[in-house]
């Protein structure tokens, strides 16, 4: 259950809804696979294409190995990144924690934790559900993940140390407070649209632009219930 996303290539997965009322608390997180040369890379997010200010709350990896999440309100980016780093070739779980307009927690592996406390208080108006790349009022924007993609999950509440350490051993997303999972996309890469399993069926079904294509060998992610 993964996508393999070729930046060059420009490939994502998207949907022009989304299943977040633009408020917080929110947890979002997914599984990734940066193939051996790693790029600057929008893996996972929510954005608002009404105009170019590039607002979004969402998980990117960088160039040097770390992981970010990313709360941009418009004006102000919003940006907590791990210092502990991701080895390209190899899964690892990110998870972001947005539990306010001033604190947003990125984690590595279920650890490595890193909090970012600077305030960005505008109204969120995201609009679009993407996987692998970014997007504004112009079309998609760069920069575009480069590598394998898996088990992208979103709640209501900010999970915390223990559910996200949970969710990196291998539990599957839909075991961590189900009653405010308003997201879950295993990413099968069977299946054209790519589905949202959870709860809201049918709805927040994945587009495929530019067909990325199935990835081998993903993560292990066990106990799975719908």
Not at 11 to 19: C, D, E, I, M, R
Not at 83 to 102: E, K
Request: hydrophobic share 40%; aromatic share 8%.
């Amino acid at each position: 259950m993964a996508r393999n996303f070729v930046s060059a290539s420009n490939q994502s997965l998207y949907v022009n809804a989304v299943p977040w009322d633009n408020t917080f608390p929110m947890t979002m997180c997914c599984w990734v696979r940066p193939v051996a040369t790693m790029v600057n890379g929008i893996a996972f997010g929510m954005h608002y294409t009404g105009d170019t200010s590039a607002e979004s709350a969402r998980i990117q990896t960088r160039s040097g190995g770390a992981a970010r999440a990313e709360h941009r309100d418009g004006t102000t980016a919003a940006v907590a990144e791990t210092t502990a780093l991701i080895t390209a070739g190899s899964w690892h779980h990110v998870a972001a924690v947005f539990a306010s307009t001033s604190s947003r927690t990125i984690y590595l592996d279920g650890a490595n934790s890193v909090n970012n406390t600077t305030s960005a208080t505008n109204t969120m108006n995201t609009d679009y559900l993407i996987v692998g790349r970014g997007r504004v009022s112009t079309g998609f924007t760069s920069p575009a993940y480069n590598g394998d993609i898996s088990h992208c999950a979103i709640w209501n509440v900010a999970l915390n140390a223990e559910e996200i350490a949970a969710i990196a051993s291998g539990v599957c997303p839909t075991n961590i407070r189900p009653q405010n999972l308003i997201y879950y996309a295993p990413l099968e890469g069977v299946a054209s649209p790519e589905n949202n399993v959870w709860r809201a069926g049918g709805t927040y079904n994945l587009t495929l632009d530019n067909a990325p294509v199935h990835a081998g060998n993903p993560p292990k992610v066990m106990n799975m219930f719908f």
